[in-house]
DNA sequence: TGCCTCATGTCAGCATTCTGACATACGCTG
DNA sequence: CAGCGTATGTCAGAATGCTGACATGAGGCA
């Protein structure tokens, strides 16, 4: 407990669990990753080709939540690795669309079994309502930050 | 929407909802800590001494979610700097414990009163009982993944 | 048409954080 | 008492991600 009204008092604070909270699920994430050769950028980046085949590095760089910079490191190393192939000249504009490979489809599918199972556990204390309420919660917490800004 | 059942649909998976929160929390956090000349981590470690002065160095790393090599790097800049103070020898055992010095705390007042607003504005879209709902998930969660390791 | 703004890809350099390693000090247990 | 496991502080090197900068292409607008 604080004795003055100024600062933030951790133990209660929403932030600081948050911050908690992303912490204890990147370390899981990353002790399941790790024995695929994986980093959690690495995994966020396959499943977002997935799901919409074609994006651009910056548009891979946004979804995975780092710069265009560092996706663009990541990228050459996963076409290196064979995992993802992108197009020598762009169709249109600048962008040149990224899809993955068969080896990258293959190593991605062990990959999102091990972090289903992360995210299973961590809402296994959960009930389906519970989990829409946290839901919900976060996404306008995301939308109050972002009107800020 | 995926079409095969493997995957993680990214658009509703929690522990994605989670990183994107975080990440936005982490955006607004150093863009009204810059101006200070802090980062989150900077504030993290102040934040914590204000709360419990005598903490050592590594109990300061785990309380901001860091390695204590990295703590111990920010420490020795901060020492530097007039913002805490550390004894030249161990009291007991190794650990060395630290504490604000006043310059220290009148920073920390600043940055305290930043946080409270991002915080403010971070849930200023949900009622109290949706911020303990939430809260509850969260320690829920935090607790599922430590067990689980 | 020419210009202005914006988004993208890319390169280089820097900052931050991590992993690995080692010595030291405490506490427990045989 | 001796030995073992654990926690700490610290140093060195490596990985990771970021900021700054530049050129290029698209789209809007006078």
């Known amino acids: 407990m604080r004795q003055d009204g100024v600062g933030i008092d951790l133990e209660t604070s929403l932030g600081y669990l948050l911050k908690e909270t992303a912490s204890?699920?990147?370390?899981?994430l990353e002790d399941v990753l790790r024995p695929l050769g994986m980093?959690?950028?690495?995994?966020?980046?396959?499943?977002?080709?997935?799901?919409?085949?074609?994006?651009?590095?910056s548009e891979?760089?946004?979804?995975?939540?780092?710069?265009?910079q560092t996706m663009h490191v990541?990228?050459?190393?996963?076409?290196r690795a064979?995992?993802?192939?992108?197009?020598?000249?762009?169709?249109?504009?600048?962008?040149?669309?990224?899809?993955?490979?068969?080896?990258?489809?293959r190593l991605l599918e062990q990959a999102s079994?091990?972090?289903?199972?992360?995210?299973?556990?961590?809402l296994s204390g959960l009930t389906t309502a519970?989990?829409?309420?946290?839901?919900?919660?976060l996404r306008a917490m995301v939308r109050s930050l972002r009107d800020g800004a």
């Open 130 to 137: 519970e989990q829409a309420a946290a839901s919900a919660a």
């Open 39 to 57: 980093n959690v950028t690495h995994y966020a980046c396959l499943e977002l080709l997935a799901q919409r085949p074609g994006l651009s590095s």
């Open 24 to 28: 204890a699920l990147r370390s899981a």
């Open 74 to 79: 990541l990228l050459q190393a996963l076409e």
């Open 60 to 68: 891979l760089a946004r979804g995975a939540f780092v710069t265009r």
């Open 113 to 122: 079994a091990a972090v289903r199972g992360v995210e299973v556990r961590m």
């Open 82 to 105: 064979g995992q993802v192939t992108r197009p020598a000249e762009a169709p249109t504009g600048r962008s040149l669309p990224v899809e993955l490979t068969p080896d990258g489809r």
